[in-house]
Antibody
């Protein structure tokens, strides 16, 4: 069974940094692209970033480019999202998902709140 | 960026009746490999998203056959033949052919 467990969400001040983690199990992590998607409170879904199975290729939505970095450690079956220069509008539940094109499994999400 | 426009945004449906959600794209979602990369996502209240349909019309494992997807090019539809209480959710279309991948605004299905 595919399992994705996110962690690392917290309350952080504007301008601060946070690192999210997603631990995967139940599939061969190193064979899949992986993706972060977020959902602001009461709003819709927004694709944030994806990384190729070996980490050599990444893609970001324009609003986070230069501030967020997606990475992975295949030895630890783990996906990360380093978030710097956080803004109030980054407040959201962040989900990791297996795959990029055709993401087919999602975690339960972790809440990031950016507020002073 | 590709804009996906869903309609309606709110969909009150009587139990046992059909439902239909439209998703229109600002660009063609047909890839050079011949596939069309448009998926449908269900998000029940308080739950994580779940993929229902991929590449326009392919149902994911465990998805009831009352759900079906159709369409081509820039015009797509999710249909539910007979709505059940379990179908109360927000439904999103997502295109994953052009970076950045984008979602529709979401359609909230409720029981009338």
């Amino acid at each position: 069974e595919v399992q994705l467990v996110e962690s690392g969400g917290a309350l952080v001040q504007p301008g601060g940094s946070l690192r999210l983690s997603c631990v995967a199990s139940g599939f061969t992590f190193s064979s899949y692209w992986m993706t972060w998607v977020r959902q602001a409170p009461g709003k819709g879904l927004e694709w944030v970033a994806s990384t190729k199975y070996d980490g050599t290729e990444t893609a970001y939505v324009a609003s986070v480019k230069g501030r967020f970095t997606v990475s992975r450690d295949n030895a630890k079956n783990s996906l990360y999202l380093q978030m710097n220069s956080l803004r109030v509008e980054d407040t959201a539940v962040y989900y990791c998902a297996r795959g990029a094109r055709g993401s087919d499994s999602w975690g339960q999400g972790t809440l990031v709140t950016v507020s002073s | 960026d590709v804009v996906l426009t869903q309609s309606p945004l709110s969909l009150p449906v009587t139990l046992g009746q059909p439902a239909s959600i439209s998703c229109r794209s600002s660009q063609s979602l047909v890839h050079s490999d011949g596939n069309t990369y448009l998926n449908w996502i269900q998000q029940r209240p308080g739950q994580s998203p779940r993929r229902l349909i991929y590449k326009v019309s392919n149902r994911d494992s465990g998805v009831p056959d009352r759900f079906s997807g159709s369409g081509s090019g820039t015009d797509f539809t999710l249909e539910i033949t007979t709505v059940e209480a379990d179908d109360v959710a927000v439904y999103y279309c997502i295109q994953d052919i052009h970076w950045p991948y984008t979602f529709g605004q979401g359609t909230k299905l409720e029981i009338k």
